[in-house]
């Protein structure tokens, strides 16, 4: 066991390995994967492999510098859908308790309390009142 450890070790040793975007390409093999065993498309099929040859290319590859940037550009759109995504689920957790509104000054999320009614709040950021609305 030790000694398949130590040669996969071996294989790995400069070699780019797995980031963020083989994660996400991970994820979208997957779903692919479970798509097409309704679908059964030799299209999808192809795009699984694509996405196969692709992973396997990024992680296998010994260009760090190059397979790093393409990981910043992914993050760089990744990363705003992640947090909305967070958002939204906090909005539903919390849906009891809180509202969220954007300050129309600085963009920053406010979590307020639920006070149905016209107020004012103020912005913990940019420190500017804000007013807020909260019907229901
Ligand atoms: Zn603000």
Redesign the pocket.
């Known amino acids: 066991m030790s000694k398949w450890k130590y040669k996969l070790q071996q294989l790995m040793a400069g070699r780019y390995g797995a980031d963020d975007l083989y994660k996400a390409l991970f994820g979208g093999y997957a779903l692919l994967l479970v798509l097409n065993i309704f679908v059964r498309s030799p299209f999808l099929s192809l795009l699984m492999w694509g996405l196969l040859i692709l992973m396997l290319f990024r992680s296998f590859s010994r260009n760090y510098v190059k397979r790093a940037q393409e990981n910043q550009q992914f993050l760089r759109l990744w990363n705003p859908l992640r947090r909305k995504w967070h958002l939204s689920q906090r909005k539903v957790r919390e849906r009891k308790t809180a509202r969220f509104r954007t ?1 129309p ?2 963009k ?1 999320v406010l979590r307020l309390p639920v006070k149905r009614g016209s107020h004012t709040a103020t ?1 913990p ?2 420190k ?1 009142d804000v007013s807020v609305r909260i019907l229901f």
Do not use: L, P, Q, Y
């Open positions: 300050c000054h600085c920053t912005c950021h940019c500017k």
